[in-house]
């Protein structure tokens, strides 16, 4: 089969352009695949972060993928649609992440000839942090597209919200990342990060966001003995002052241990197996990359049970579920998790989780899902 995938890809960074890396080598193992990026992802002013691209820190996959798309200037919009159909694919595979993106590939897939059937992948129909052109830019790109691959029933829900149900739509779990090398030795790891290694240690990893709830886990964090430390991990797309005020004021603040920047790919091995646990206080979800990492380290998680994540985290399974973002039940969940010993039958779990959730089922299953919207 001939597959054109338009994503972010090398040289951006970030989970978005990790997955679709992922994605295109397993695709190519048994394909003709071709893929397109971008020229300008966000504006400037747009982007919260430090930078959009790769660094000489990181350890990217260059995926080989045509730069040609300008999330903002309409006439690069028809100039990737001419590239792809040059290619002839059959099938077209865009990546759904946020509403912002619905203009220009939604021109992109309705430019595409007859005989290329256009797929999303839908990481999120209804973004956390609301727009108001959220429902016409998504819609936008949905009216264009032949089918849907959604990762969690949340998701559906939203994509249908928006979407009448003429459009077929599959479910397949998030794959498991493979990338980020080996684990480490805790003590290792812990030597790397300059923490406690004999401290009962949580962590807060990936971008800071509102929705992400840090504030509940400090508030969490506060009700916990000195046995415990908390590592705070990653680059804030947010104000940091009202987080750093409850650092500086949490009691336990000399144990709080914050990295606020950007985790490279070979930084993130020393995070996870210096940790006994991942926390995500999330007060809304889809689905999340970062359990997807937890699990590649075999890391148990504690999760609120919002959107989608708990059709990955299992309670008392392969983690921990919580109701609600509530720092009350957040500091239960976390010393219910250490007395209870659960931490060698959860990473048992996750193993046996892994091996149905690969890039290699995932692939293959997104392939018989395009196959079917020629029959």
Known sequence: MKIALLSAFYPFRGGIAQFGASLYRELEKEHDVKAY????????????GETQTVTDDDSADP????????????????????EINDFGPDVLIVRLWMSFFGPAMGTVARLMKPGTKVVAIVDNAIPHEKRFFDRPFTRYLLKHVDGYIVMTEAVKRDL??????????????????????QPLERETACVQLGIDPLKKTLLFFGFIREYK????LLQAFAKLDSTYQLVIAGESYSAFDEYQKQIDENPNRERIHLFRRYISDDEVPAFFCASHVCVLPYKSATQSGIASISFHFDLPMIVTNVGGLSEAIHHNENGLLVDRPDAGLISEAVGAYFKSDAEQRFRQN??????EHSWEQFASRLVRFCETLNS
């Open 160 to 181: 249908l919200s928006l979407q009448p149900p003429s459009r077929r739509i599959e479910i397949i779990g998030h794959p498991v990342y493979t990338h980020f090398g």
């Open 37 to 48: 990026t971008f020229t300008r992802q966000y504006p400037d002013f747009l982007f919260p």
């Open 350 to 355: 996750i193993r046996l989780y892994k091996r």
């Open 63 to 82: 995926i080989p993928a045509l730069r040609t798309l300008d999330s903002i200037n309409p006439l690069s919009y028809r100039k990737t649609a001419r």
């Open 213 to 216: 709830g840090l504030d509940v």
